[in-house]
């Protein structure tokens, strides 16, 4: 039910809390009342009466306590509600009333007056958007760094030729090997090789790999043990040792392709300046992305600079509890120690405060852009940027949308897409950075 001529009165407790004074005029009561007295006659039989048609005061003499909370459920949230809405207030929370809604009390003919205290967001002054600045030089690749990507996809090109010599493995050969990796006598097959191209003196295996293999014949098999970090990639690895067995085939000479248009169609082009333009305009629009994204890292920085906003402790503290409980869960579910996931529990809730914090201060802010700026997601947008994003990823769009739909990430997707139009709004506003001009 919706209330009529609703009193409230507002009290800032401090800046993200607040304390509604509410009160219900008596015509409200008296019908939240009738409501409940005609809901409790359909469904209560007394001897002596057809059901239904039980006398209210009957009802009043037999069901006071239960006529009472009910009438209290049907008052205190369109109340609230409405108290919220007019105020224009935004809870982060549930709210706590006082009385506890269990000794509420509701009569006929009389007002009836609550308290609800909430968390709300707080209320956030923007600064002049042209306060903020970003780097808006033009963005340039050197040729120097095309060449050097084209001679990285030369090298990956590379073709090697045994040689036929007999001599052992000196410093800077190019080698084919096999190894094989082996821990508490199970071989690693992710770890393991075979026939593999190795060009010494660039650090491309192992160090304790590249010295044993110095100094080997062809045909040669050596044992190595080697010790891993606890940060090494490979889980299985990280932190422990294995031994590799590996085995010489061959010394090889490395043979790098021309750079010309043959060179180009081996890797799908029509010819090598097609090829040469098009890894041009690569690298310029990743430089691009970069710059943008760093430009995104930069005004969020200064909008939360700028902008006092204090986050309800409750809030922080809640989300950190219920984090860490996910996780310890998880690794339960896992049967892995924190130590073994790379998790330190002394460290998280710490670092869990600091990440709650800044996602709180930025959703806030970027609310409070939308808010101002009118800046949404229509339904055509969402739409084409779902198609956009499928063919990206050579996937079905409508398949993609309904994945999205029921997994109830619909509308994480709208927001991501609302962030971004609200990075550019911001981006374009902002001053340009001045260049530092070294003379």
């Given at each position: 039910m919706r209330t009529k001529d609703l009193k409230v009165q507002i009290e800032r407790l401090d800046a993200t809390r607040v304390r509604l004074d509410i009160e219900v005029p008596s015509?409200?009561?008296n019908a939240a009342l009738a409501e409940t007295y005609e809901t409790l006659r359909s469904q209560v039989s007394i001897p002596g009466f057809r059901k239904g048609r039980v006398p209210v005061a009957i009802l009043k003499s037999r069901f006071p306590e239960y006529v009472s909370t009910e009438a209290v459920r049907y008052l205190v949230a369109p109340?609230?509600?409405?108290a919220i809405d007019r105020e224009r207030l935004n809870p982060l929370a549930q709210p706590t009333f006082a009385p506890p809604l269990n000794e509420l009390q509701v009569k006929e003919n009389e007002t009836f007056a609550f308290s609800a205290t909430?968390?709300?967001?707080?209320?956030?002054?923007?600064?002049?958007?042209d306060e903020l600045v970003a780097d808006k030089s033009p963005v340039d690749v050197p040729r120097e760094d095309v060449d050097a990507y084209i001679t990285r996809l030369q090298e990956q090109s590379a073709t090697y030729e045994p040689l036929d010599v007999e001599r052992p493995v000196e410093e800077n050969d190019c080698v084919r090997v096999d190894w094989e990796c082996v821990r508490n006598g199970e071989r690693i097959d992710t770890e393991s090789r075979q026939d593999v191209d190795i060009e010494l003196g660039i650090a491309a295996i192992h160090e304790k790999l590249e010295h044993a293999l110095l100094g080997m014949q062809i045909g040669d098999t050596k044992s190595v043990d080697i010790e891993f970090p606890a940060e090494h990639n490979l889980a299985e690895l990280a932190g422990k040792s294995a031994q590799y067995e590996v085995t010489l085939h061959a010394i090889t000479q490395k043979q790098l392709p021309d750079l010309d248009d043959e060179?180009?169609?081996?890797?799908?082009?029509?010819?090598?300046?097609?090829?040469?333009?098009?890894i041009w305009n690569n690298l310029v629009e990743e430089e691009t992305s970069l710059q943008v994204d760093k430009q995104k890292a930069e005004l969020l920085e200064q909008l939360i600079e700028k902008i006092d906003i204090?986050?309800?402790e409750p809030?922080?503290?809640?989300y950190v509890q219920n984090t860490l409980q996910n996780v310890t869960r998880q690794l339960e579910n896992e049967h892995r120690t924190p130590e073994e996931a790379g998790i330190d529990m002394d460290t998280l809730p710490a670092e869990l405060r600091k990440d709650v914090i800044q996602q709180t201060k930025q959703s806030w802010i970027f609310e409070t852009i939308a808010e101002k700026e009118g800046i949404s997601v229509s339904d055509d947008e969402l739409e084409y940027e779902i198609r956009r994003a499928a063919e990206q990823q050579n996937r079905d769009a409508q398949k993609y949308a309904a994945l999205l739909k029921s997994s109830n990430r619909l509308e994480d997707f709208r927001g991501q897409l609302q962030h971004e139009k609200i990075y550019q709004f911001l981006i374009n506003r902002a001053s340009a950075k001045q260049s530092l001009i070294i003379t």
């Open positions: 015509e409200d009561v109340a609230y509600e409405e909430v968390d709300i967001r707080p209320s956030i002054s923007l600064p002049n958007y060179f180009a169609k081996d890797l799908g082009y029509e010819s090598y300046s097609q090829l040469y333009g098009l204090a986050i309800p809030l922080v503290d809640q």
